[in-house]
């Protein structure tokens, strides 16, 4: 039996990940062995996701975290290469754009392993990002090249891959899957709404955690001021990053809106349908709230998911308070429908195949 090692170190990894493992156990073709990298560790960012979601539990836990982008990388390199060493496997499948992504990748392709990117092609031309960085490179390095989205295969192709010796192709969106299997059983797993007292529609649901916002004081103040001057019109709620807590704490700074740990898959779903509107800076949760039918209003300066913009059914507002506000009063007097077919279906099964065609 052909083996597949799939490397994974951050939620949003935990969650596509459980897309293609379930696919991968209802074919019984293949053997899958799950890393987890550590490089999110705490119980509410990632072993609930492991329990909630029935994913096969790891079987590796590397434990490495908490330490700079060069240490983390270089320490994931060395104990992911012992075990490609020690497994063998014919493929490495890597998610996204995280360290863990690049770790994985590297340490695969010098071992002379294939490689499979999930989410290939992803660009926000901001080079001051650690995930542009991360993402760049493990697309040289891929065997496999699974785009998302149609302007992920454009990117590639601007860029030379069409001359390299990769395969790209167009799978659709992965989380999309996973929103569509979960949502199935979040409302009778989760109890979120009525454990808040949250009314449906009646509040915004926030996430801040990207580096560039947290280790910017400015900037996070100016995205809290933000979310605060909201928080008078709609209540906010925000599920709180531990990075962006950490920093908080340390410059003692208090805003008034509804801050909650971390939550799990199920609760985070519940979440999502139940809000007005989503506020972040997440990647993924863009379009998760896309496939909720919500609105989105970016903390970034760019965006990944540009068709979601194109088709005004997100903003970019970056750090500015009064651009956040101002999307949020436009947001509540759309009628948009949130019926374009963006992002594909039964994207899980369309992956394994196209796995099985170069192992």
Known sequence: MKKIVTILGARPQFV??????????????????????????????SDIFF???????????????GLSHGAMTGQMLIKIEEVLEFEKPDIVVVYGDTNSTLAGALSAKKLHIKVVHIEAGLRSFNMTMPEEINRILTDRISDLLVCPTET???????????NMPSKIVKSGDIMKDAVEYYSKFSKEKSTIISNLNLTP????????????????LESLKAIFKGLEKISKI?????????????????????????????????DMLELLKNCNL???DSGGLQKEAYFNKKHCIIARDETEWIELVENKFAVIVGNNPQKMEDAFKNFQKSTAHFNLDLYGTNVGESIYQEILNII
Not at 51 to 65: D, G, Q, T, V, W
Not at 201 to 216: G, K, W
């Open 234 to 266: 709609k209540q906010v709620v925000l599920p709180l990053h531990p990075r962006t807590k950490a920093i908080l704490e340390e410059n003692k700074l208090v805003f008034d809106i509804k801050i909650i740990e971390p939550v799990g898959y199920f």
């Open 201 to 216: 529609n009646n509040f915004v649901l926030a996430t801040i955690h990207r580096q560039e916002n947290t280790d910017d």
């Open 152 to 162: 992920a295969v454009s990117n590639l192709v601007n860029e030379g891959f069409s």
């Open 278 to 280: 989503v506020i972040t």
């Open 51 to 65: 329990e909630e979601m029935e994913i096969p539990k790891p079987a590796y836990n590397l434990a490495i975290n």
């Open 16 to 45: 596509k990940a459980a897309v293609l493992s379930r696919v991968i156990s209802n074919h019984k073709e293949l053997e899958e062995i799950i890393v987890h990298t550590g490089q999110h560790y705490d119980v509410n960012m």
